[in-house]
């Protein structure tokens, strides 16, 4: 067997390159210090001896050279110990501060762990298959530790100086996990919007409207607002059936809009047309319009956010071939963004209301079983008049509080949540087709993880660190729709252990 002069000493970092392997890239963080093997001076003999695998070693500032016998350990794991107990490291406190690299013939920067050990054979001899053993490390070796306060300056240099395998490995990573690097840092490169102005929001039973609208600073009228409540419809049937039952008491019409493609030009039916005897309970107060999409062109690109602002801008006219009248109460939401009937009765029937609110939403994801918190702001109620334009955007500082619930991805079949995940103006977050696995997408839902594998929308850590992970479950199901809870036995697939989602295919 052969026996090498090693000497390990330590180097600075921004003198040291090297690379972590796969495993470690992906599993620890950099901030941790760091053992490399790197090159020194070449030129050391190459001694024979029966059985015997030899290595010199020798850490700068420590005069006294070691030897070691490869042949006496099993793996590196074990000769990494040998190595922190021959300089006075204990490993049960530095075995996670130090990783063995080394660089071969070729100029490439590898671990040492993965050159494989021979299984059954004679103890240190590499495998045979292996594409780099110890006999290819020709050059003298040194140890460095990296502390924290270097690792930037370590990830910097070793993105310049590591091999192109290295590279390839890394670039895939990169794209992978680009968004989520991008969300977590997102503190550091975006501002926070500015804070709403929050309006509170009283009601209790059996408290009358007149007191009601005094304890909001505003008057009892004489009678009630018109309300006209605007949705634009994709194929949310259930949450639509629940919206309308919900809200029919209080609203004069129910305006509906849709397409027969998708925001992202995929074609699709129209979903309400073909449902409408599920709807026929509203029939007398129901608006219903079409609008012609733009099927997708192979190798061109439309944003969707353009084609969705279209479609939303084609509301207009349908809004006013419904009747609707200045004064009167135009709510804009989308069809799982419902505003309570508490909500509505003060709209109607309050004076001195302003005349532009946004209605804030308990969100929902998947069902009322997993509430997220109070995020929902898009919709938005409006006293009409010849100015209003149909919007889902910001567009005033005022907010009503606890205005109702918006539920995402609250559907009962398996390829809705498939539909919505590639039909909505989101649809680049599916960036790998197994994030549309049915089975994939069943255990998601009921853990309450994220569809898109992604990281919280937030402005702070805190507040990312605080929503990261999956949504607790809850057993709370008071103060939902009346609709949903009076006919539970059709819905348990939005309540509390009801997470399983039916696989028929689509229509």
């Given at each position: 067997?052969?026996?090498?002069?090693?000497?390990?000493?330590?180097?600075?970092?921004?003198?040291?390159?090297?690379?972590?392997?796969?495993?470690?890239m992906?599993?620890?963080?950099?901030?941790h210090?760091?053992?490399?093997?790197?090159?020194?001076t070449?030129?050391?003999?190459?001694?024979?001896?029966?059985?015997?695998?030899y290595?010199?070693?020798?850490?700068?500032?420590?005069?006294?050279?070691?030897?070691?016998?490869?042949?006496?350990?099993?793996?590196?794991?074990?000769?990494n110990?040998?190595?922190?107990?021959?300089?006075g490291?204990?490993?049960?406190?530095?075995?996670?501060?130090?990783?063995?690299?080394?660089?071969?013939?070729?100029?490439?920067?590898?671990?040492?762990?993965?050159?494989?050990?021979?299984?059954?054979?004679?103890?240190?001899?590499?495998?045979?298959?292996?594409?780099?053993?110890?006999?290819?490390?020709?050059?003298?070796?040194?140890?460095?530790?990296?502390?924290?306060?270097?690792?930037?300056?370590?990830?910097?240099?070793?993105?310049?100086?590591?091999?192109?395998?290295?590279?390839?490995?890394?670039?895939?990573?990169?794209?992978?996990?680009?968004?989520?690097?991008?969300y977590?840092?997102?503190?550091?490169?975006?501002?926070?919007?500015?804070?709403?102005?929050?309006?509170?929001?009283?009601?209790?039973?059996?408290?009358?409207?007149?007191?009601?609208?005094?304890?909001?600073?505003?008057?009892?009228?004489?009678?009630?607002?018109?309300?006209?409540?605007?949705?634009?419809?994709?194929?949310?049937?259930?949450?639509?059936?629940?919206?309308?039952?919900?809200?029919?008491?209080?609203?004069?019409?129910?305006?509906?809009?849709?397409?027969?493609?998708?925001?992202?030009?995929?074609?699709?039916?129209?979903?309400?047309?073909?449902?409408?005897?599920?709807?026929?309970?509203?029939?007398?107060?129901?608006?219903?319009?079409?609008?012609p999409?733009?099927?997708?062109?192979?190798?061109?690109?439309?944003?969707?956010?353009?084609?969705?602002g279209?479609?939303?801008?084609?509301?207009?006219?349908?809004?006013?071939?419904?009747?609707?009248?200045?004064?009167d109460?135009?709510?804009?939401?989308?069809?799982d963004?419902?505003?309570?009937?508490?909500?509505?009765?003060?709209?109607?029937?309050?004076?001195?209301?302003?005349?532009?609110?946004?209605?804030?939403?308990?969100?929902?994801?998947y069902?009322?079983?997993?509430?997220?918190?109070?995020?929902?702001?898009?919709?938005?109620?409006?006293?009409?008049?010849?100015?209003?334009?149909?919007?889902?955007?910001?567009?005033?500082?005022?907010?009503?509080?606890?205005?109702?619930?918006?539920?995402s991805?609250?559907?009962?079949?398996?390829w809705?949540?498939?539909?919505?995940?590639?039909?909505y103006?989101?649809?680049?977050?599916?960036?790998?087709?197994?994030?549309?696995?049915?089975?994939?997408?069943?255990?998601?839902?009921?853990?309450?993880?994220?569809?898109?594998?992604?990281?919280?929308?937030e402005?702070?850590?805190?507040?990312?660190?605080?929503?990261?992970?999956?949504?607790?479950?809850?057993?709370?199901?008071?103060?939902?729709?009346?609709?949903?809870i009076?006919?539970?036995?059709?819905?348990?697939?939005?309540?509390p252990?009801?997470?399983?989602?039916?696989?028929?295919?689509?229509?």
């Open positions: 067997m052969d026996k090498w002069d090693l000497e390990l000493g330590l180097a600075l970092p921004s003198n040291s390159p090297c690379a972590g392997s796969n495993d470690d992906e599993e620890e963080e950099v901030t210090p760091t053992l490399c093997l790197l090159p020194l070449p030129g050391h003999s190459w001694r024979k001896k029966r059985h015997r695998m290595v010199k070693v020798k850490m700068e500032g420590v005069g006294i050279a070691r030897k070691v016998d490869l042949t006496m350990h099993h793996s590196f794991h074990t000769l110990h040998a190595l922190l107990h021959m300089f490291k204990p490993p049960h406190q530095f075995s996670n501060s130090y990783r063995l690299l080394f660089q071969d013939q070729q100029g490439h920067w590898l671990l040492a762990k993965d050159v494989p050990w021979r299984q059954g054979g004679k103890a240190g001899q590499p495998a045979p298959t292996s594409p780099v053993s110890p006999r290819s490390w020709t050059v003298d070796l040194t140890l460095i530790q990296l502390t924290a306060n270097a690792a930037v300056d370590y990830m910097a240099k070793t993105a310049v100086r590591c091999n192109i395998s290295y590279m390839k490995w890394l670039l895939p990573r990169i794209v992978f996990h680009g968004r989520k690097i991008s977590f840092f997102r503190p550091l490169w975006d501002n926070p919007p500015k804070p709403f102005t929050r309006i509170p929001h009283y009601y209790a039973e059996n408290v009358t409207m007149d007191h009601l609208c005094h304890l909001h600073g505003w008057s009892l009228r004489s009678h009630p607002r018109r309300v006209f409540d605007a949705i634009i419809f994709s194929n949310e049937l259930d949450m639509l059936d629940i919206r309308w039952h919900e809200l029919q008491p209080y609203v004069s019409k129910f305006i509906i809009l849709e397409s027969n493609t998708t925001f992202t030009g995929i074609p699709k039916p129209h979903y309400f047309e073909l449902n409408r005897e599920r709807f026929a309970f509203a029939k007398e107060k129901t608006v219903h319009g079409t609008f999409g733009k099927l997708a062109v192979q190798g061109s690109y439309e944003d969707p956010f353009l084609l969705e279209r479609q939303r801008a084609a509301m207009n006219s349908l809004i006013r071939r419904a009747g609707i009248s200045n004064g109460i135009l709510i804009m939401a989308d069809t963004e419902i505003p309570s009937p508490q909500t509505l009765k003060l709209l109607q029937w309050c004076d001195g209301i302003p005349p532009l609110m946004h209605l804030e939403l308990k969100h929902y994801m069902s009322y079983e997993f509430p997220v918190d109070y995020s929902s702001w898009r919709a938005t109620a409006h006293v009409y008049s010849q100015h209003t334009q149909y919007r889902h955007s910001r567009q005033t500082d005022l907010m009503l509080a606890d205005a109702g619930w918006h539920c991805f609250c559907f009962r079949k398996m809705e949540f498939v539909f919505k995940m590639t039909a103006s989101h649809a680049d977050r599916v960036r790998y087709k197994s994030f549309l696995s049915h089975s994939r997408i069943q255990d998601i839902i009921c853990r309450g993880d994220d569809l898109f594998d992604m990281l919280p929308e402005y702070t850590f805190k507040d990312i660190i605080k929503k990261m992970g999956s949504i607790p479950p809850s057993a709370f199901a008071v103060h939902l729709p009346a609709y949903l009076q006919n539970a036995h059709n819905f348990k697939f939005l309540l252990g009801g997470c399983l989602r039916e696989t028929q295919t689509p229509p």
